[in-house]
Nanobody, 123 residues
Framework: QVQLVESGGGLVQPGGSLRVSCAASGLALGNYAIGWFRQAPGKEREGVSCISSSSDIDYADSAKGRFTISRENAKNTVYLQMNSLKPEDTAVYYC?????????????????WGQGTQVTVSS
C-alpha cells in the first residue's frame, strides 16, 4: 500500500524559510515522480513543483527562484525548501506521486496523495 506522509509545516514570518518533507512507503521512490501541490482556503488547488525519477524538475511560476525541490532516494524522501516566503504561500501542502515522469500541474494526473501539511506565513 502506497503511503505519502508530509511533515515540516508550521508558522513562519514573511521572508522566512521552511522545509517540508514527503516520506514515501509502499513504493520504490526512485521509480516515481514526486510533486507538491497546495490549496489555500477558498482557492483552487495549484501545483507547486515536481521532480521526476531522473530528477528533471518543474516549478510553477509562483515557486521559481524561491522554492527548491530535491529527492533522497535512499531515504525514500522528497523535500521542498521554501525561501522568501510570502503570506500568499499560506496553504495546505500536499505531496503527490506518479510513475516516472512529472505530468504537469493537473492534480488528476497523480494517483497518490498525502494528507497534507499546513504552512502558514504570517507576522
Amino acid at each position: 500500500q502506497v503511503q505519502l506522509v508530509e511533515s515540516g509545516g508550521g508558522l513562519v514570518q514573511p521572508g522566512g524559510s521552511l522545509r517540508v518533507s514527503c516520506a514515501a512507503s509502499g513504493l520504490a521512490l526512485g521509480n516515481y515522480a514526486i510533486g507538491w501541490f497546495r490549496q489555500a482556503p477558498g482557492k483552487e488547488r495549484e501545483g507547486v513543483s515536481c521532480i521526476s525519477s531522473s530528477s528533471d524538475i518543474d516549478y510553477a511560476d509562483s515557486a521559481k527562484g524561491r522554492f527548491t525541490i530535491s529527492r533522497e532516494n535512499a531515504k525514500n524522501t522528497v523535500y521542498l525548501q521554501m525561501n522568501s516566503l510570502k503570506p500568499e504561500d499560506t496553504a495546505v501542502y500536499y505531496c503527490v506521486a506518479t510513475w516516472r515522469r512529472c505530468r504537469g500541474f493537473t492534480g488528476e494526473a497523480y494517483p497518490y496523495w498525502g494528507q497534507g501539511t499546513q504552512v502558514t506565513v504570517s507576522s
